[in-house]
C-alpha cells in the first residue's frame, strides 16, 4: 500500500559521504517507523537506522557517529552517510512500518565504498 522510491546511492571512496533519500506515496498516514536495512554479498539483512513518527532515532553501533537519518517532511526520510567504509558496501533498502504491524520495502540501492 506504500510506495517507496529510493535514490542516492553511488561509488565512493573509503573516507567519502553519500546521502540516500527514500520518497513514500500511498498509506502515509498509516506509517510509524521509516528506516533503512542494507544487505552485503554473504551478509544476513541487517537494520542500519531508523526513526519513529515520534522523532526518536535508532542507529546499528556500526554507524554510530558516522550515519544520520532524518524525515523532513511525511513523505520523504534521508540517511546521511559520512566517513564510509569498505565495509559499508551493500544494497540499501528503504523500509517502512505501518500499523505496527505491516512492511512496505523500497527496491534498493547500491552503495560501493572502494578505492
Known amino acids: 500500500q506504500v510506495q517507496l522510491v529510493e535514490s542516492g546511492g553511488g561509488l565512493v571512496q573509503p573516507g567519502g559521504s553519500l546521502r540516500l533519500s527514500c520518497a513514500a506515496s500511498g498509506s502515509i498516514a498509516s506509517i510509524n517507523v521509516m528506516g533503512w536495512y542494507r544487505r552485503a554479498p554473504g551478509k544476513q539483512r541487517e537494520l542500519v537506522a531508523h526513526?519513529?513518527?515520534?522523532?526518536?532515532t535508532y542507529y546499528a553501533d556500526s554507524v554510530k557517529g558516522r550515519f544520520t537519518i532524518s524525515r523532513d517532511n511525511a513523505n520523504t526520510v534521508h540517511l546521511q552517510m559520512n566517513s564510509l567504509k569498505p565495509e559499508d558496501t551493500a544494497v540499501y533498502y528503504c523500509h517502512v512500518q505501518r500499523q505496527y504491524i505491516y512492511n512496505d520495502w523500497g527496491q534498493g540501492t547500491q552503495v560501493t565504498v572502494s578505492s
Open positions: 526513526i519513529e513518527t515520534g522523532g526518536r
